[in-house]
């Protein structure tokens, strides 16, 4: 079978499955691959309408298991984390922000974080580049990794110095689909890239 790539919890979870469940994974996050690739080019559009997929399977597997969710607005716990963003996602966040207004600064620290730096620095120093008064200013927008963060019980285990977090299966899902289909890679690092290649275009 394909190797691709799986986001954290997915791993988790398929070690403790067997082989025929893992199977079924893998199928069904290659065959929404395969879906993408063939009716969208790479871009923005793409990862609009995968990110729509990943909100129907959300919105259905809450009901289907009759879950409450912690997440509310204000709490931004989940936003304390490494996040990887696809360059279709990059293109879809360009295009409704101007990159260039963000803080390269803090960019470029987080761009050589450790695990140990994002599960133990200050809150101040690993919030995400695009949280703004304590709210998701790209909420709309937001990559995959970040639709796939729920919870259920209490918000504080979403602190990577926790990792306690829900894991919502089909949401995982479509966040290792979408971070297969175009080069994954760390919010900060991938906008400095892209910086640069702007800067050397001109």
Not at 72 to 96: F, T, Y
């Amino acid at each position: 079978m394909e190797k691709i790539w799986l986001t954290n919890k997915i791993t988790g979870v398929l070690k403790q499955r067997d082989p025929v469940f893992r199977r079924v994974v893998v199928t069904e996050i290659l065959s929404i691959i395969n879906d993408m690739k063939r009716r969208f080019s790479r871009g923005a559009n793409r990862a609009e309408a995968l990110h729509k997929v990943q909100d129907e399977k959300t919105t259905e597997a809450i009901t289907k298991h009759l879950m409450v969710l912690s997440c509310k607005a204000g709490c931004n716990n989940c936003c304390h984390q490494p996040v990887i963003l696809s360059n279709d996602e990059m293109d879809l966040i360009e295009s409704k922000v101007d990159l260039s207004t963000l803080d390269k600064i803090k960019m470029e620290k987080q761009r050589d974080f450790t695990e140990d730096d994002w599960k133990h620095r200050p809150k101040s120093e690993t919030a995400c580049v695009f949280l703004k008064d304590n709210a998701c200013s790209i909420y709309d927008v937001r990559p995959a990794t970040c639709r796939a963060c729920v919870y259920t019980g209490d918000p504080e285990h979403c602190l990577p110095s926790v990792g306690k977090s829900s894991i919502l299966l089909e949401a995982e899902v479509v966040a290792s689909a979408t971070n297969n289909i175009s080069e994954p890679d760390l919010i900060p690092v991938k906008i400095l890239k892209r910086l640069m290649s702007k800067a050397e275009s001109l």
